[in-house]
């Protein structure tokens, strides 16, 4: 590799086209062209990911599958197969590191590369077209692409010609691109953020960028400096091929409300198993321990337990969930949903702990 090349950098953002249900769409042709919904069909059940055929309805993903139901009466529902969705997005990440080694998974079905420094004499533009042409050929799948010169302004491409698209942002062309939209579809500002924007009058990139710095900082903190930057088109992080994972967690929601602090406590040992599983897998060493208890009217609460050293096995994070567990239960609303969750990381030689989301 050469000097690193002066002047804006070239990201691009691929994001698989629905892709749990396109898996199961291509593997199962009799679900080709109709709507589908990866997760359960049971009453607590929910929409992990829709077809497109399904969204035409409204269906989304982290819907309940009963509101899923009733918004699409012929929605056909299917188990998920992560293995076969975690097979397919190796695949994909292949294909991603024939072009560039600085790649920034976000989840199974999207990431970053920055090609700046790959180049080789094409454009980042042909570069996005020749891996979706990739997957396509490798996979039998779909997927969109946005090109620009910050992470911010890629993944707001990528997500203006789905499915199947390409969209690129000039840096002429960036600042005015944000100020038309809503700050609702911006990375990094979810709903509740939206809400508060709303209600100060903050609806577009436009009223954002009218905001002064100061106003933003005393409004939301730290968050403020980055709002007033994507307002307008500038984005200062990194392609970061190994992303610091800061937690892992395991989480269950039961078809029956659990009353009793005995079957909460017995419920408990394969979330630990689970998330000791991980953990030692990546050997990672974390000293926090965090219970999620959600109550049957959907109220939430967290307890956590911070150690002066890291938890040494799978028992001592059971028993340390288990007493957290006990300050919480039982409780009249009855748990529909128990998490465990392991963070405060430090690496085996107290370096970071560096995870794929791929992995």
Known sequence: MTDPAPGPRKIIHIDM???????EQRDFPELRGKPVAVGGSAARGVVAAASYEARVFGVRSAMPSVTAAR???????????????????????DIFLDYTPLVEPLSLDEAY???TDYLDGRTATK???QIRARIRETTGLTASAGVSYNKF????????NKPDGLCVITPEQGPGFVLSLPVG???GVGPATAAKMQAMGIATGADLHAQDLDFLLRRFGKSGRYYWNIARGIDHRRVSPDRIRKSVGAENTYSADIMALEAALEALEPLAAKVWAAVARHELRGRTVTLKVKFSDFQQITRARSLGHAVAS???LLSIARDLAAGVLPDPRGARLLGV???GFEAPDDGPAQLSLFD
């Open 17 to 23: 086209d629905a892709f749990f249900a396109s898996v």
């Open 71 to 93: 918004l699409c009466p012929d929605l056909i529902f299917v188990r998920h197969r992560f293995d076969v969705y975690k097979q397919v997005s190796q695949q994909i990440r």
């Open 113 to 115: 590369l920055d090609v």
């Open 127 to 129: 570069i996005a077209s």
């Open 153 to 160: 302004l890629a993944k707001l491409a990528s997500d203006q």
């Open 185 to 187: 579809k911006f990375h």
């Open 314 to 316: 799978q028992d001592e």
């Open 341 to 343: 969750t392991l963070s």
